[in-house]
């Protein structure tokens, strides 16, 4: 079992601009002190591996692709991105990805803020899961 886990979902429908952060929404599970969730982050605390597996429903407002991508402190996680091609405005798309996120300690503690951002065609977004869980 790992040290810590997060399951954080959000089934309020959200608006989301081209180059806008998903809220995340609230927390539904939580163990231990190395996963948190702030704001529209989740907080990573603490040396070692992050598995993070995110779901996400959208509506965008027009045909064309849509991209959903994890940054790690502002920075695009390689690989941690999902994208779909809707034909028409309103098409419900499903956008899932997993990744593996290294939290680097040389000299000591560290914390990193993971965010979710959309990108192409704005959209809404109907429905977010994140889990997170630290190995």
Not at 2 to 8: G, L, M, N, P
Not at 88 to 112: K, M
Request: overall charge negative.
């Amino acid at each position: 079992m790992s040290k810590s886990a997060i399951y954080v979902a959000n089934n309020t429908a959200q608006n989301v601009a081209v180059n806008g952060l998903i809220n995340p929404g609230t927390v539904i599970r939580r163990f231990g002190c190395n996963l948190m969730l702030s704001g529209t982050a989740i907080n990573t605390n603490g040396c070692g591996y992050y598995d993070i597996d995110a779901s996400f429903i959208v509506a965008p407002t027009a045909a064309g692709n849509v991209t959903i991508t994890m940054y790690k402190d502002g920075i695009a996680v390689p690989g941690a991105s999902a994208t779909a091609t809707a034909a028409a405005e309103n098409d419900i798309l499903n956008l899932s990805f997993s990744a593996l996120v290294r939290e680097y300690c040389p000299c000591g503690e560290s914390s990193s803020n993971l965010t979710f951002v959309l990108s192409e065609t704005a959209s809404n977004v109907t429905n977010v899961a994140i889990v997170g869980e630290k190995l």
